[in-house]
């Protein structure tokens, strides 16, 4: 079956090349007369993007995790049209994946696998995360290192790509960096904060006596795990209970005096990657870990000129990106087959 679809797919590339349709159609009939005889399920085109193909079992592998995200989470009346409407979205990211694979390709940009494997393993040293632990995350979510792989090549490709043709022709002036400091000032002024991870053991009023101490042991036993070097993002996914477990217990930026008082007396007095010890509060028993701070009072232009001009080149980054996506669908033969 591999090799039929193999075969296919390079009689399909040729015959966009000659440009003939009714060619293409008597080929495809041909095809999957032929085919019928050897399985009872043959792969389908869904997009034809210049002279590649997207076959349907690549939509289908493509989609699969946000499928299982919506099948988990949503239980509205119309979800067979909130499916239709994901599927038809990664069909489309999936197009534009296509269009910037073949404009690298014909500029020369490419991406090893090595290097690929290098940048997962130093976003993972980043985060303190295992290998092991990370493919269990992977498993979770229904999805695969091969997967994971695939589009972090997409990402480094499409960087180089895009700071070719795109970052290189965006500026930005002082005049730009001073309006913008002048209309936020107050972004840049105000309370003494912190950012902050936690990881929150709920503990209800009505609690009995016996489960609450099996709770606060419990916390004990995750602040052990921390200080023996696990990674605080992957034992917040597992146990906290509080709103940002999912994203390792990432509060962000926190201003002093608006968290629970226990908790604001002591995260203030903590260092940089600091970890409290177990914190008892009216809700629960609380363990976190300073990322970042920012001192009280207004910074200076210059203390934070690279910050807004970085600011700035993302935002016209994310107008042009989408232009130049457009102007290049336009010039390229898409169809859609869904």
């Not at 043959?42 to 995790?65: C, H, K, M, Q």
């Not at 940009?109 to 092991?132: F, G, W």
């Not at 996914?237 to 926190?254: E, L």
Request: proline share 2%.
């Amino acid at each position: 079956m591999n090799s039929c679809l193999y075969y296919f797919e390079h009689v399909w590339r040729f015959i966009l090349k000659i440009g003939n349709r009714m060619v293409a159609v008597f080929f495809i009939g041909l095809f999957l007369t032929a085919a019928a005889g050897h399985a009872k399920i043959v792969d389908r085109i869904v997009a034809v993007v210049n002279d590649d193909i997207i076959t349907g079992s690549e939509l289908e592998a493509a989609f699969e995790p946000y499928q299982k995200r919506i099948a988990d989470s949503y239980k509205g009346p119309d979800k067979q049209k909130i499916i239709a409407e994901g599927k038809l979205n990664i069909l489309n990211r999936m197009i534009d994946s296509k269009l910037i694979e073949q404009r690298a390709a014909k500029q020369g940009q490419t991406v090893r696998d090595e290097e690929a494997l290098d940048t997962i393993k130093d976003l993972l040293s980043k985060k303190s995360i295992q290998m092991d632990d990370f493919l269990k995350t992977l498993e979770r979510e229904g999805s695969t290192f091969d997967a994971y792989k695939r589009e972090i090549k997409e990402q480094m490709i499409r960087m180089k790509l895009l700071r070719r043709e795109i970052k290189a022709k965006i500026l930005v002036s002082d005049e730009e960096i001073g309006e913008f400091y002048v209309k936020h000032r107050d972004d840049y002024e105000g309370k003494e904060a912190v950012r902050i991870k936690q990881i929150l053991i709920l503990v209800p009023e009505n609690m009995d006596q016996k489960t609450r101490i099996k709770r606060k042991a419990d916390a004990e036993v995750i602040h052990k795990r921390l200080k023996d070097g696990e990674s605080f993002d992957l034992l917040a996914v597992q146990f906290s209970q509080g709103p940002s477990a999912a994203t390792g217990g990432d509060i962000g930026f926190v201003e002093k005096g608006t968290m629970l008082p226990e908790v604001d007396l002591v995260v203030f007095k903590l260092g940089k990657d600091e970890i409290s010890q177990v914190l008892t509060s009216p809700i629960g028993f609380h363990i976190v870990k300073v990322l970042d701070r920012r001192g009280a009072g207004i910074k200076s232009i210059g203390a934070v000129r690279e910050e807004i001009k970085l600011k700035l080149e993302e935002e016209k980054m994310g107008k042009k990106y989408e232009e130049w996506i457009s102007d290049l669908r336009k010039k390229s033969h898409i169809e859609i087959k869904l």
